[in-house]
């Protein structure tokens, strides 16, 4: 499994506006086309366009 880091202020704003729960994840990867973060409890794994 991936080690995730914290959000920032701007990604976590990018979430709530694509109607996440900021507090339920970890940021893995963050490209100028996609965002890969990991659930903090059933460890899955999401891109979001950006």
């Known amino acids: 499994m991936k080690n995730g880091k914290k959000l920032t202020r701007n990604q976590r704003k990018f979430l709530e506006d694509k ?8 940021l893995i ?3 100028p086309v996609a965002m890969e973060i990991l659930h ?3 460890g899955r794994l999401k891109v979001i366009k950006k």
């Open 40 to 42: 903090k409890t059933s």
């Open 29 to 31: 990867k963050n490209t």
């Open 19 to 26: 109607n996440l729960n900021p507090r339920n994840w970890w």
